[in-house]
C-alpha cells in the first residue's frame, strides 16, 4: 500500500510534469522540431504558471473551510482525548542524528495538541502515526512524536501512542484498536486544515465519535497576483493535488 501511494504521488507533483514535457520535447525535437519546440514551450509556460499561488490557494481554502475552526475556550470536558495524526516530525533518517524533536511545516498538529493538554489536563493525548517512508530507518514517528511531548513536559500518563499506521485509513483503523481507546466515545480529530476533510470522512467510516480540531492553516483571504512564488507555488499545487488523489481514492475504495 505504502509503494502504491509513493507511486500516485509522482502525479501530484508539477514539476514532474514539467520535467516529462521538456523530455519529450526534446526527444521529438530530433525528430519533429516545430513539435519539440510546442513541448518545450509548453513546459516552460507550466512552469511559470506554477509561481502563481492564487488559484492553488483558492482551492486549498476549499478544503479548509470545510469545517470550522474551534474557539480556544471552547469547553472539552465532554471529550476523552485528541486523536493527533501524524505528518509534522521530519523523518526517523534525520532524527537519527539529532538529540531534538525535529518539527516540519505542520508542526501546529503537535504544538497544538500540546496546549490543549495544558489547558485540559484531563484530555488524552492519542498519538498515530507509523513509517511514512518507503525505505524508512530509525524510529517511528510515534516514537519521536514521543520524544517532542516528553520535551514539552506532557505526563507520560497522557500520552497513548499508535506507531503502525502508514495511511490515514490505518490511523483510523490501528487507533481504535488500541487497549483503552473507546472510538464510541467523543474524541477530537486534530490534523491540519486542509488534510481535515478526508481524515474526518474516513475516520467517521471507521465507526469513531469525532470532532474535527483543524489547526496548521496554509491559506487566509486571497493571495494577490504579486506574491509570486515558484517554490512555494509547486509545494502547494503538490498538496493540493495530493488531497484530491487521496478523497478520490478513498472514496472510490469505500474507505471514507
Known amino acids: 500500500m505504502l509503494l502504491f501511494s509513493k507511486f500516485f504521488n509522482l502525479f501530484s507533483q508539477p514539476l514532474n510534469a514539467v520535467l516529462l514535457l521538456l523530455a519529450l520535447g526534446l526527444l521529438r525535437n530530433l525528430r519533429r522540431p516545430r513539435t519539440g519546440r510546442v513541448l518545450i514551450a509548453m513546459a516552460l509556460l507550466l512552469l511559470a504558471l506554477t509561481g502563481v ?6 482551492l486549498v481554502a476549499q478544503l479548509e ?6 474557539a480556544p475556550d471552547a469547553d472539552l470536558r465532554a471529550y476523552a482525548g485528541v486523536i ?3 505528518g509534522a516530525l521530519e523523518p526517523g533518517r534525520l532524527s537519527q542524528h539529532h538529540s531534538q524533536p525535529l518539527l516540519n511545516s505542520a508542526a501546529e498538529r503537535m504544538t497544538m495538541a500540546v496546549a490543549l493538554w495544558r489547558r485540559h489536563p484531563s484530555l488524552r493525548l492519542v498519538f ?10 530509525g524510529p517511528s514517528e510515534a516514537e519521536r512524536a514521543l520524544r517532542f511531548f516528553d520535551s514539552m513536559g506532557v505526563a507520560r500518563q497522557a500520552v497513548t501512542l499508535e506507531g503502525r499506521s502508514q495511511n490515514t485509513y490505518e490511523n483510523a483503523v490501528f487507533t481504535a484498536q488500541l487497549p483503552g481507546v ?5 474524541w ?3 490534523t491540519s486544515a486542509w ?3 478526508r481524515s474526518l470522512a474516513t475516520f467517521q467510516k ?5 470532532t474535527p480540531y483543524p489547526v496548521d492553516y496554509r491559506t487566509g483571504g486571497i493571495t494577490p497576483l504579486s506574491s509570486y512564488n515558484l517554490g512555494e507555488g509547486a509545494e502547494r499545487w503538490e498538496l493540493l493535488l495530493h488531497e484530491w488523489i487521496g478523497i478520490v481514492s478513498y472514496r472510490l475504495s469505500g474507505r471514507s
Open 65 to 70: 473551510s470545510q469545517s470550522p475552526e474551534m
Open 195 to 197: 488534510h481535515m476533510p
Open 182 to 186: 473507546d472510538r464510541h466515545l467523543r
Open 188 to 190: 477530537l480529530l486534530l
Open 128 to 137: 498515530s502515526g507509523g513509517e511514512g517512508e518507503l525505505f524508512g530507518s
Open 206 to 210: 471507521a465507526g469513531w465519535n469525532v
Open 53 to 58: 499561488k492564487t488559484l492553488p490557494d483558492l
Open 84 to 86: 493527533v495524526l501524524g
